[in-house]
């Protein structure tokens, strides 16, 4: 593991001299705060992470076949994107073409070049992949358009369903091919789950996310984790305490009473840190989980019901190696269209296991696996939903077993073997995540992000802040976002300091 994301690992305990800011959780969020706040010239800023690395939901694992990224993979956009901005400092964007300048265009159409196959190995043709997406991508935009309009149902799945429906209506089609257009409508609304990182799309809105303008999927060379390491370099070692859970946060002055500071952070295994201010950035599925126990006092009421209003879903990637590719240099990547024309004497992926409350089995929801730039002999899928939720529980053999299967199945003609590897994620598991990103969730409020990001006591007041992609209005589930809230929380403490300073 590089030397940076374990800074101090070998400190034992805590400063002697309070901090001026404690910082919980030292991903993205909190790295961007602290860097902010010393670039400005406060020194005094302890960043406290639970885990032995840094990083949070930026892992880059790097084995035999090169580097996978557990979370964070791509940089979403090019355009008033600081993260993508760094990486073109740092000279970290793998091959940049001209497909870059490309602004605008649908999201999933860079997986066009992908084969999308039914299960009975036959290749959809390219113009009914791209036809149906479009007419998908028309609703997804009409999302936005209802949010504010309390009686219109506002989720995805609704646009999603209304939509496709009248455009095969709209369509003179024979039987098969609607057959095989409704396989792909349900390849979307896989893809959307693991995108959305939601247990349905009917629970889910696009809410108020802007995408910045520009690719999508931009890969970052040496993995995401070379873009969080150009931010630590600015961090000293000093500033960092990782192995140090933070178990509770005493955010008030008068709860303090005798002590000269403000805030009290105590940790899980003994200890305490005295500072001024204190900013959270812990995961939201963290923050929902420890609602009750974190904060002392409790947070407010609304506060609180406008964190467990957001979604946090989950997301599993499954990465699976062979000893060399089986496919061609061409080869981008196969989706799977159920169409359930396959051959039932020939079908021979796994029913006796973990299934979904509709009765379909875990593996129903992986949407295809896809090539990886920077690592040759590897192939990634991605699954949302509920069969991301049970697939955590199942082994790592059973999972290669069924996705051979799988692959086997929706690409007969290119004679897979077995692969010699699996690496597989359990976000949801990860006692300090507790899950992938968040989500717009149909029964969010408007105001709620305003509401889960306000400092406290007061906005006059900031003691304790709030930071991390949940709290982004309009970058939420991304790194950048992440990145941008860090900063604005960092900005709230050093204009508190210019203001007490004047008085
Ligand atoms: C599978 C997956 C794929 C993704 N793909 C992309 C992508 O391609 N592009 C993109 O932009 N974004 C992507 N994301 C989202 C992105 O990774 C996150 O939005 C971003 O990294 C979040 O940063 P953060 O600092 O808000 O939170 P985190 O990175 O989760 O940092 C929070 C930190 O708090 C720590 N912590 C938790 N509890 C405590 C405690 N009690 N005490 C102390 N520390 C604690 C955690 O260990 C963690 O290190 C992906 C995420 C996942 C899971």
């Not at 062979?322 to 196969?334: A, D, H, N, Q, R």
Request: proline residues 4%; contains cysteine.
């Amino acid at each position: 593991m590089d030397a940076r994301l374990v800074t101090a690992s070998g400190q034992v305990g805590l400063p002697r001299q309070d901090p001026m800011v404690v910082i919980v959780g030292g991903g993205i969020a909190g790295v961007s705060a602290a860097r902010h706040l010393i670039n400005r010239g406060v020194q005094q800023v302890l960043i406290l992470e639970a885990k032995d690395r840094l990083g949070g939901r930026i892992h880059t694992v790097t084995g035999d076949s090169g580097n996978v990224d557990f979370g964070a993979q791509y940089i979403h956009g090019q355009d008033e994107n600081p993260l993508y901005q760094l990486a073109l400092q740092h000279d970290l964007i793998v091959s940049p073409s001209s497909k870059l300048k490309d602004t605008n265009k649908s999201i999933t159409a860079e997986l066009y070049g992908n084969e999308f196959r039914t299960d009975n190995g036959d290749l959809v043709p390219k113009n009914t992949v791209r036809d149906v997406n479009e007419v998908l991508e028309e609703a997804y935009e009409k999302c936005n358009c209802c949010l504010d309009n309390a009686s219109t149902n506002k989720s995805i799945g609704h646009h999603f369903e209304t939509r496709f429906e009248d455009y095969l209506q709209s369509c003179d089609d024979s039987e098969n091919d609607v057959i095989t257009k409704r396989g792909v409508f349900d390849w979307r609304i896989r893809w959307e789950l693991h995108d959305n990182s939601c247990l349905s799309l009917f629970d889910a809105t696009n809410g108020s996310y802007q995408n910045n303008s520009g690719d999508y999927f931009i890969d970052v060379r040496g993995g995401f984790q070379s873009i969080f390491h150009s931010l630590l370099n600015d961090i000293p070692p000093e500033c960092v305490r990782t192995g140090t859970p933070v178990s509770r946060i005493h955010w008030r002055g008068e709860e303090n009473s005798g002590r000269s500071r403000k805030c009290t952070v105590e940790t899980k295994h003994g200890g305490n840190v005295n500072c001024y201010y204190v900013i959270v950035t812990v995961p939201l599925g963290v923050l929902q989980t420890n609602i009750n126990t974190l904060f002392c006092p409790t947070l407010p009421q609304s506060k609180k019901e406008a964190l467990c209003r957001r979604g946090f879903g989950s997301v599993v990637k499954i990465f699976l190696t062979w000893t060399e590719p089986f496919w061609e240099s061409s080869f981008e990547g196969i989706q799977f269209v159920w169409t359930c024309s396959a051959d039932k004497s020939k079908d021979r992926l796994p029913k006796n296991t973990l299934t979904k409350k509709n009765g379909d089995p875990w593996w129903r929801d992986i949407d295809g696996f896809h090539v990886l730039k920077e690592n040759p002999r590897t192939l990634l899928g991605w699954m949302g939903g509920e069969g991301a939720r049970l697939t955590e529980d199942l082994s790592e053999e059973e999972i290669l077993h069924t996705c051979h299967l799988l692959l086997q199945q929706f690409a007969p003609h290119l004679k897979i073997p077995k692969p010699q590897a699996i690496k597989r994620t359990q976000w949801l598991s990860d006692e300090y995540t507790k899950g992938a990103f968040s989500y717009i969730s149909t029964y969010n409020e408007p105001g709620d992000t305003e509401e889960m990001v306000k400092p406290l006591p007061s906005e006059e007041d900031p003691t304790l802040l709030f930071a991390g992609e949940a709290m982004s209005h309009h970058h939420f589930s991304t790194t950048h976002g992440a990145y941008e809230t860090g900063i604005q929380a960092a900005n709230i403490i050093l204009q508190n300091e210019a203001k007490k300073n004047r008085t």
